[in-house]
């Protein structure tokens, strides 16, 4: 149809995709890179499933059409870490037991490495605050919680100049 | 249910003089498009009926933030997270980065624009009652030139607004006198965060010698577009803040509302809460001056 190429780097690789200028952020994500760690849950910006962090900005990826995304850099859980090397705050989560289903996880960990980059010693409230886009349908908060202050520590102690 | 998106077109010339050019020979084809908070849920819901969408996401001209010693102009494709990470926004304007923080999530945060907000002029929404109270004036820019009105005149009513179809919001202006100003912001909504509000109210005001000197007061949710309470603020200027005054002020205030109800709340409640937040906002006022 009226498909045309964009080009993105997406977790460092640059790509190029053959979509309509609408195409949401979260289906080319998708569907055309295969990244499904990216999730869809409300597909209105509310619930941040589908987080990931673009210019280094945390974003509803549902609410992006591809074209607004083409030269940008993305993030997603993919990026993050692997099984035999996770980022600490994929262990944090881990040992904290905040993670459940499943379907919300990668978002928060997307929100809470974006929330200390910006804030490396969060409070409570700015915890609150950095993940209120990103619902738990287990509600397995207070977990979460735990998990992104336990991340605090560990990040600090991995780079003790910040 | 879902759109299908080769039913769409989207363009993304990367410049604001292009995107005017476009805007202008074809008038009312193209749609702006800048971070898809509100085009992108109709778009996701099957809803969107426009087809033609030009993107002004990203254009540098429009995500600045300039300041002199008399004003602050903020770019229309200014993010709510550029205005609350702003030192002068938080230094001269802190209802504005107070309502910014309470517009959505992080993450809307950071791809909505307070020109967004404006032009897509919902009742609701949480940035223009401080626009409001500080007084706010909106430049609009075309190939035909700029113009700059009070923001006082941009809303025309439910979605209708001074905007013509070739003309982009470019910047909104915010002069630099309410430092020393009293002022109150106050959000109701169902929860804390993300949640789009039942009432919205900011204001700024200044008293000499106990009497109502200047005072601007934005509300939002309560009319068919975001209130200016003019009326209301004409039966106090002069006077002292008491019983009496309150209690008028409240009766006037209730006549200039035309709140509705709907999903998120009644018309009943609405005319409660913002008659209580009135109040509640005066008798700080009144304080202000003792206590300053």
Redesign the interface.
């Known amino acids: 149809m009226n498909g045309r190429d964009f080009t993105l780097r997406v977790n460092g690789a640059e790509c190029t995709v053959c979509v309509p200028a609408m195409a949401r952020l979260l289906d080319v994500l998708r569907h055309e890179l295969q990244l499904t760690g990216v999730k869809e849950g409300c597909g209105e910006g509310e619930c941040g499933s589908c987080s990931v962090i673009m210019n280094g900005e945390l974003v509803n990826s549902c609410l992006v059409p591809i074209a607004q995304a083409a030269g940008a850099s993305v993030l997603t859980i993919e990026g993050i870490g692997e099984s035999a090397r996770l980022h600490p705050v994929q262990k944090a989560f881990l040992e904290c037991g905040g993670a459940q289903c499943g379907i919300c996880t990668p978002g928060m960990i997307l929100a809470t490495v974006h929330l200390l980059e910006r804030k490396p010693h969060p409070s409570y409230d700015e915890i609150r605050e950095g993940l209120n886009g990103n619902l738990c349908r287990c509600t397995g908060y207070m977990r979460i919680f735990e998990a992104v202050a336990k991340a605090a520590e560990s990040v600090a102690q991995r780079s003790p100049a910040e | 249910m879902r759109?299908y998106?080769?039913d769409?077109?989207?363009?993304?010339p990367g410049s604001l003089e292009t995107v005017l050019r476009l805007l202008s020979e074809e008038p009312g084809q193209w749609t702006p498009?800048a971070?898809?908070?509100e085009i992108?849920?109709l778009?996701?819901?099957g809803k969107l009926t426009a087809r033609k969408?030009v993107?002004i996401?990203?254009l540098p001209e429009l995500r600045e933030i300039n300041e002199d010693g008399e004003s602050l102009a903020i770019g229309g494709g200014c993010t709510f997270?550029q205005l609350r990470r702003h030192a002068g926004i938080q230094r001269h304007f802190p209802l504005l980065a107070q309502c910014a923080s309470w517009t959505?999530?992080?993450?809307?945060q950071?791809?909505g624009t307070l020109a967004g907000n404006l032009a897509n002029a919902s009742p609701a929404a949480d940035s223009p009652p401080a626009l409001f109270a500080y007084d706010a004036e909106i430049e609009i820019v075309s190939v035909r030139g700029t113009r700059r009105i009070p923001y006082t005149e941009f809303h025309l009513g439910y979605k209708k607004t001074a905007l013509a179809a070739d003309e982009l919001i470019r910047a909104i202006h915010l002069p630099k006198r309410f430092h020393q100003s009293f002022r109150y912001a106050r959000k109701v909504g169902a929860r804390?965060?993300?949640a789009i509000s039942k009432i919205c109210m900011a204001a700024t005001g200044s008293l000499r010698k106990c009497r109502v000197e200047e005072i601007r007061i934005g509300i939002g949710s309560v009319a068919p577009a975001p209130l200016r309470a003019s009326v209301t603020e004409g039966i106090l200027l002069g006077e002292k803040i008491n019983d009496v005054t309150i209690a008028e002020a409240r009766r006037t205030l209730l006549s200039e509302m035309t709140p509705i109800d709907d999903i998120r709340s009644t018309a009943e409640y609405r005319k409660l809460v913002a008659a209580n937040l009135l109040e509640e906002m005066l008798r700080a006022f009144a304080a202000s001056e003792t206590a300053g």
Request: proline share 3%; no cysteine; hydrophobic share 40%.
């Open positions: 759109s998106p080769a769409y077109e989207l363009v993304a498009i971070g898809g908070t992108m849920v778009y996701g819901a969408f993107s996401w990203n997270t959505g999530s992080i993450a809307n950071n791809r804390n965060a993300q």
